[in-house]
């Protein structure tokens, strides 16, 4: 919404930083010893690093819920109907 | 069954089955007034247009859940003070950059030299923190229990690490005091909440059992796609309906009734609770935020640089405290869309998306109600 030159978050689809939202990602490669995890998001567009203190036991493959760059849970692709 | 997270809860029919479910269940005659806590359920709901698909009985009222909307003015004062009277690099998330001070914001701030950035993590500010090891980095935390484990677990890896250039400006707040203060408000009349989903994955559902037992209001934890907050909304009016009252779980794919005990341990040893600190037009509440624990003092950004810490009242024609308390919608502000838009906002609820002003401005509610007319 602003200008373009001045950073900020995209007003169109929501903040992932700041508010209550948690982004859905998914583990690509794990530093156990730091508790840190590459993941990327679901189309792939974006690839971060995330702690996984919180989450733990965390697997490669796995699906985390991610909060300004924290997994604070698991979103795992199983759940009853 | 396999659930992808995403379509299946933006499902079309299943919505219009859902919204024909709340049509029977709704009284006729009776107005219900739910309020959605969390700013990111606002959000969805002008996304998806939610709001069209509910009877004209059932009025969704936006509470006080965006961490930026209710930062006062006096904060972003004293994190622009603590910014600019000290050679530092001083790091906010992007939203916050843009909430008006008394004179300015962080990033008009930036233009006039200081050296402010933004960052999508606490994480990315002790990055900056360790590429810069001759400079004092400050990160300026805010959010609910939602984001407190991250900053929490960044302090413990700085002190893990021996990064003696980090700190931290504490801004964190805490979801069930304001609640409390608006249930005790006499102006509000509510008949439910929808409680708020990412905040619960940390500190679970049952910190919110109080408003069924003192209060006599229903809670539903939801989700935060379309589906979600419909089902919600039923689940609501089923527990009004049949004169039942108690916090359910929609959410409970994600939330554990009990919360992530991980993240609430790392919060306790991190953090204490302030004595009270100031929520943009709702004032005073005592124990609402959160501060440096004296273990991790040495890491406090007001302890090693101090603030100026003056109050500064809210401008007088902003009526932010009313819309955060579900007083008025957005747009019967006096200086909504005209003087206060989200390229110039006066208020911080025009400033986050997640803000009901800047909700109800992005997503065409304003046009929309002003036809109505």
Known sequence: ????????????TGCIT?????????????????????CATEDGAERSTVEIALVQPVSEGDHLLVHAGTAIAHAGSQVAA | MTMKYMDEFRDAELGRALAGKILDAVEPGRHYKVMEVCGGHTHSIYKYGIDDLLPENVELVHGPGCPVCVIPMGRVDDGIAMATENDIVFTCFGDMMRVPGSEKTLTEAK???????????????????????????????????????????????????????FSCMCNHVTIVPPLRALLDSPDLRLDGFIGPGHVSTVVGARPFEFIPKDYGKPVVVAGFEPLDILHAIRMILGQLGEGRCEVENQYSRVVPYDGNPAALKVMSEV?????????????????SALRLSDAYAELDAEKRFGVPGVRV?????????E???????????????????????????????????????????????????
């Open chain 1, 1 to 12: 919404m602003t200008d373009g030159l001045i950073p900020s978050c995209d007003h169109t």
């Open chain 1, 18 to 38: 700041c508010g209550d939202e948690a982004v859905r990602m998914r583990v690509i490669r794990i530093d156990i010893e730091r508790e840190l995890a590459l």
């Open chain 2, 111 to 165: 233009a006039d030299g200081a050296d402010i950035r933004m960052v999508y993590s606490p994480l990315d500010a002790l990055r900056l923190a360790k590429q810069n090891p001759d400079r004092e980095v400050v990160f300026f935390a805010i959010g609910f229990e939602t984001t407190a484990p991250s900053t929490a677990l960044t302090l413990k890896r700085a002190r893990a690490e021996g990064v003696t250039n």
């Open chain 2, 271 to 287: 953090f204490e609770l302030r004595p009270h600190f100031e929520w943009r037009g709702l004032g005073f509440i005592s124990q």
């Open chain 2, 313 to 321: 009242a809210d401008p007088k024609a902003c009526q932010c405290g």
């Open chain 2, 323 to 373: 819309v955060l308390k579900g007083v008025i919608k957005p747009y019967e502000c006096k200086v909504f869309g005209t003087a206060c838009t989200p390229e110039h906002a006066i208020g911080t609820c025009m400033v986050s998306p997640e803000g009901a002003c800047a909700a109800y401005y992005n997503y065409g509610r304003f046009a929309r109600e002003k036809e109505l007319v």
